[in-house]
């Protein structure tokens, strides 16, 4: 579990292609105080298992999965990632509940300043803005952001100076890809409410006002 406060921001040190995966070497320094082999690291919002430690560097894995679902594969040698090691018990939960499991990817559309802030528009499937709410939280690369505004085809957020300087976003151009994790609440919510408790009841995919109604809800 994360909470989409960066940390650091590594560097691509080295990256090898398999068939349908790949292996990363990170150079980093933050990250690597108190880390070990078999911890979490989430590259990009990428929740990825440590597999080795060397002198400034980290080496992780990442299946078909996570690259089909992700912009890890195209990184280059030299690409900067957001880097922020697990959160603890007891930790501050400075953003918000980020599980590091990427549900897809978003396009930045556009940059726009406003005052002291950069506010980002990102255009993504239908699937995913389905779970995007105004002054909801949203991960785009790992990072915990507020939505200021979103439609049928895009969402915005809106960047302070803070997170500008100490993350990779505003270092990107339109047309890139940035990996989303929407809100785990909503999927949770949607997930629990297309499901009866008893087995004789067919389950409901779609909740309107009558439903709600003839199940006691109003």
Do not use: W
């Not at 300043?113 to 528009?121: K, L, S, V, W």
């Not at 803005?129 to 915005?156: N, P, Q």
């Amino acid at each position: 579990m994360f909470t989409g406060i960066i940390e650091e921001i590594g560097t691509l040190k080295a990256i090898s292609h398999g068939q349908r995966s790949a292996t990363l070497e990170i150079s980093a320094l933050k990250v690597l105080e108190g880390s070990r082999v078999g911890d979490s690291i989430a590259v990009n919002g990428i929740c990825l298992t440590v597999t080795s430690i060397g002198k400034g560097s980290f080496i992780v894995d990442a299946m078909p999965e996570t690259l089909g679902r992700s912009n890890l594969g195209s990184l280059q040698t030299g690409s900067k990632i957001n880097l922020e090691r697990a959160l603890r018990l007891g930790d501050r939960l400075g953003g918000h509940l980020v599980s590091g499991h990427i549900d897809g990817e978003g396009i930045i559309f556009s940059f726009r300043e406003d005052d002291n802030a950069i506010r980002i528009r990102i255009t993504a499937n239908q699937s995913l803005l389905r779970y995007i709410i105004e002054k909801g939280s949203v991960a785009v690369d790992g990072i915990s952001l507020t939505v200021t505004h979103v439609d049928d085809k895009s969402f915005e957020v809106s960047v302070i100076p803070h997170t500008k300087n100490e993350t990779t976003l505003c270092g990107k151009r339109p047309g890139e890809r940035v990996n989303l994790e929407t809100d785990m609440i909503g999927k949770y919510i949607e997930r629990f409410s297309g499901f009866s408790a008893d087995p004789q009841i067919k389950e409901s995919k779609d909740i309107s006002i009558d439903f709600l109604k003839e199940n006691g809800y109003f």
